[in-house]
């Protein structure tokens, strides 16, 4: 299928995902769309006169040849909604994009991806909140999408890099420019491992209603959307009902009842639309990972216990029930304090055991 005819599509305003979908089910392909003639264009269910000149207009085709200029000089991933890369969870939203510009290194098919969004004008707590929430999820190889604006967005995107995680900002605009400007350093580091992802074309500003439209695209291509601060009216709030909307997962933290950037996350979660986290813990815990992590380390450790010495499995054994301190090991395995200093320090070594103030010891 020819990438300009796909991205021809995208340019005939009277287009949109939904109509999109519905003509390349009855054409087959996009370039059958373009090659369509009028009659056959007409007897497509929901296309009218207008829609037809449009299509058989050249100029969408013209644009089309612009862009792909734009993003071969460029490096940019055109992503077709029928391709095996397309974000699969986006895919499935039922006013889907058909057609996405990605610029990165990131999988938007990452096994865990989470959206994180918030309030512009973020608090010190908001913030703080959402550095932990980022640290916290570093070690399970989370995905973090946002949007790249200020406050919560960009608090979010800044951690993810200092931790070495994947983070891909959603934009309201197209790639051949960036907004906010004073986010160009933040963006080209996210580019390297995470990066940049958008619906819109080149000369694309970054009007009001592009935002909420994009909030689509950040909802729907998680497993999940926290929100982190918001106002009553914030955009935080339409990601959150978009969410919902198509079924998905959505958090929020709670605040004090007087804190206008608490207001609207107290709503959410009031209103039954959120699920309320204190910490990434809990989120970590709803999403079930924290049992994956349990799994992969109990499984860990029966490899390890394969060539333990028969002191040694007493005391692994012993300690699975939780930390002990060295004399109530000597107590119950009836091993003597030096014998079990040797046993102890082997495990210690192979990296079974943890060592810790008091004499006291637990599994790894």
């Not at 990605?102 to 865990?112: M, S």
């Not at 608090?155 to 890099?161: D, F, G, L, M, V």
């Amino acid at each position: 299928m020819s990438t300009i005819h796909k991205i021809a599509l995208t340019f005939i305003k009277s287009i949109g995902p939904v109509m999109a979908k519905n003509l390349l089910a009855y054409c087959g392909s996009a370039e059958a769309v373009f090659s369509a003639s009028r009659k056959q264009l007409l007897q497509i269910p929901g296309i009218g006169e207008k829609t037809v000149d449009a299509i058989l207009n050249t100029d969408a085709l013209k644009r089309a040849e612009q862009e792909l200029l734009f993003v071969e000089r460029h490096g940019v991933e055109v992503l077709f909604f029928t391709d095996e890369n397309y974000p699969g969870r986006l895919k499935n939203c039922f006013d889907a994009p058909i057609l996405i510009y990605f610029k990165g290194k990131a999988d938007l098919n990452h096994p865990r991806i989470i959206s994180i969004v918030g309030a512009r004008n973020a608090t010190d707590y908001g913030k703080a909140l959402c550095r932990q929430l980022c640290e916290v999820l570093a070690p399970y190889q989370v995905l973090i999408v946002s949007g790249l604006a200020y406050g919560i967005d960009v608090t979010a995107h800044k951690e993810c890099i200092s931790n070495k995680m994947a983070t891909i900002g959603v934009l309201g605009h197209g790639l051949d420019r960036l907004y906010p400007q004073i986010h160009k350093s933040i963006a080209q580091k996210m580019v390297l491992n995470g990066g940049l992802l958008s619906e819109f074309p080149t000369l694309t500003n970054p009007d009001r209603p592009n935002f909420p439209q994009r909030n689509r695209i950040i909802a729907g291509i998680a497993d999940a959307t926290i929100v982190v601060e918001a106002s009553i009216k914030g955009g935080a709030l339409i990601t959150a009902e978009i969410a919902n909307s198509y079924n998905k997962d959505v958090y929020a933290f709670p605040g004090r009842t007087n804190d206008v950037f608490s207001e609207g996350c107290n709503f959410l979660i009031k209103t039954n639309r959120a699920g309320l986290i204190n910490s990434a813990n809990d989120l970590i815990y709803y999403l079930g990972w924290d049992n994956e992590v349990k799994e992969k380390k109990k499984n860990a450790q029966t490899t390890l216990q394969i060539n333990l010495t028969a002191n040694e499995q007493k005391v692994v054994d012993l300690l699975q029930n939780g930390q002990m301190a060295i004399d109530e090991i000597s107590i119950v395995t009836n091993l003597q304090q030096s014998k079990l200093a040797i046993v102890m320090l082997t495990l210690e070594m192979q990296g079974i055991i943890i060592s810790l103030p008091g004499k006291v010891y637990k599994l790894a």
